[in-house]
């Protein structure tokens, strides 16, 4: 994929010498920072997320005791926990199976016996792929699948911005993403790879003038959904990485960033803080604006931060062969020379709000931090978040739609390593999970399979694998342009991932796998569920 984006990108460096400087609703601008203070230590989730919990845990709890009492009247509706959705990596192939798995889950959408969980949830977190989804469902006001798939992404998908020939047939987008990123440089800010990608995703993802171009993920905060408190609470991660050190690619130990409509931060120990997200840009030393009572807006973009989670031209930083010719040699001119628009490297670049703030060790003496794609840890599903004591989930819905074979297919590695992970940071609430001989030897990765069942000091993880039921959805990960039967076909597919093959007894055991941990009582047929679906 960054390949073929680099063919984009020096074509925008041809055209930018004469492109005007004009102003762009995709630069931040400047603002009088709040009353509130602008960076918190990680002790707990904030208090705007707390409260939007306060509201959403009772709207989300009647839902899924509707749900339960649809699957099986005997269920009790008396005592029900926090359920999670995660979405994977995967770029259009992770998108649009995590789609099917929430059409299938949305009882405004579908009628299946799985119909009405998604009412049900409180959490949803994606990452790169996942994190375009994610960020295309809440920044559009959570509309169904059914119309995105109809009115944006069927005809997005189908002409690409991401491939050149569709660019140059339109031209008044190529013109307005000069703009954008023009402008953002003139507002004082080097724009980097990010940037656009970032907005030529924009315009497959997102319904708003010119690409959504003025969405703003804090601005996911006044949508009417939102505000109701109809929706689960969304988060993005996107990875750390210490280019300071010559480093270019992360560790598999390396920082896990969190991106909400609130916050922007981590709970790992070497940050251990967070900052508002409306005011992400601003220059900030000790949690303070450098210079009193000036902050930035803006720079909070959706478009750049959905970019950011699926930031993979940092792989191009080290590993670039020295006898490069064509495209890759015109790549390394391209991130190298002077222009007038300058890209300073291939990371997402932001203004450290924990500048010289003393519980961000790791982190403190960097003026910048470098942020690259969530799932090049090798934990492609978006869980550290979740694990938080803090949030006190009981159950995470996990769709991993990982390229793990050379079919493009999950094999529960990307899943066994945030087990590994979590017991180093101390997270106990992650469940045992089995390495990748054990996944693949009892086909745990072409079926749903529960971890954690019988431990209820754990949190549920009910794995839901991308397999090819009724479409090859082991597409490459680089492709960017799907046919409209292409597009139906893969989403289709995610309904089968999310009912195992339209099982008609699956959402029964899914239901079982919900509310184990409750303590009430389960209808007999839960444990034949558990003796098949339950690793442990």
């Known amino acids: 994929m960054y390949l073929t984006f680099s063919l984009l990108l020096i074509s925008f460096l041809d055209f930018i010498s004469s492109a005007p ?43 899924l005791g509707k749900w339960l009492q649809k699957v099986n009247p005997s269920f009790s509706t008396s005592n029900l926990p926090v359920v999670a959705l995660t979405t994977s990596g995967g770029g259009l192939r992770s998108l649009l199976t995590g789609a099917g798995v929430v059409q299938a889950f949305d009882s405004r959408d579908t009628d ?46 189908a002409d690409s911005f991401l491939v050149p020939a569709n660019l140059a047939a339109a031209p008044a987008v190529y013109e307005q993403v000069v703009v954008d990123i023009l402008a953002k440089q003139a507002a004082g800010y080097s724009p980097t790879i990010v940037d656009p990608y970032g907005r030529l995703l924009s315009y497959q993802l997102l319904y708003g003038p010119d690409g959504g171009v003025t969405d703003q993920l804090a601005s996911i905060t006044g949508l009417s959904n939102f505000t109701s408190h109809n929706v689960p609470f969304p988060i993005i991660t996107a990875l750390n990485v210490e280019t300071s050190t010559g480093v ?47 902050c930035e807006t803006n720079f909070d973009n959706l478009g750049f931060i959905l970019g950011t989670s699926s930031d993979v031209f940092n792989a191009l930083c080290t590993a670039f062969p020295a006898d ?42 960097q003026k910048n931090l470098t942020l690259v794609d969530g799932g ?14 803090s949030r006190n989930i009981n159950v995470i819905l996990v769709n991993d739609n990982s390229a793990d074979t050379s079919a493009n297919f999950p094999d529960g590695s990307e899943l066994y390593q945030t087990y590994m992970q979590a017991q180093l940071a101390g997270l106990t609430k992650m469940p045992t999970v089995p390495p990748t001989s054990v996944f693949l030897a009892n086909g745990y990765n072409i079926r749903p399979t529960f971890f954690g069942c019988n431990d209820n000091t754990k949190i549920t993880i009910v794995y839901l694998p991308n397999h090819n039921y009724t479409f090859p959805s082991g597409e490459s990960t680089e492709k960017v342009q799907y046919s409209p039967s292409e597009t139906q076909g893969m989403i289709k597919n995610g309904q089968q991932v999310a009912t195992y093959g339209m099982n008609g007894s699956f959402a ?16 007999s ?3 034949a569920c558990f003796t098949t679906f339950c690793y442990d």
């Not at 009353?35 to 705007?48: E, F, K, N, Q």
């Not at 090049?376 to 004591?389: G, H």
């Not at 029964?508 to 009582?521: H, R």
């Open 376 to 389: 090049e840890s090798n934990q492609n599903n978006p869980l550290f978040p979740l694990l938080q004591p």
């Open 248 to 294: 270019c690619l992360p560790p598999n130990n390396t920082v896990i960033y969190e991106f909400s409509p609130y916050e922007f931060g981590s709970f790992d120990s070497g940050v251990n803080a967070f900052t508002q997200t409306q005011y992400l840009g601003s220059i900030l030393s000790n949690g303070a604006p450098v210079i009193p009572g000036h």
């Open 21 to 63: 400087v004009v102003t762009s609703g995709y630069a931040p601008v400047p603002a009088v920072c709040p009353s509130t203070p602008l960076v918190r230590t990680a002790t707990g989730i904030s208090s705007s997320e707390s409260a939007y919990l306060a509201s959403r845990l009772p709207i989300a709890s009647a839902a």
């Open 324 to 365: 490069a010719t064509g495209i890759l040699a015109n790549f390394s001119a391209l991130i190298n020379e002077t222009h007038a628009l300058t890209f300073m490297d291939e990371f997402a670049i932001y203004p450290n709000p924990f500048y010289n703030y003393p519980h961000s060790s790791l982190v403190s003496s």
């Open 508 to 523: 029964e055991c899914l239901a079982c796998a919900v509310v184990k941990k409750t303590g009430d009582t389960l209808p």
């Open 112 to 157: 299946l016996g799985t119909s009405g969980l998604y009412q049900g949830l409180t959490y949803q977190a994606g990452l790169s792929g996942g994190g375009w989804f994610l960020s295309s469902l809440a920044g559009n006001n959570y509309p169904t699948i059914s119309s995105l798939e109809a009115n944006l992404w069927t005809p997005a998908f």
């Open 525 to 527: 047929g839960c444990q």
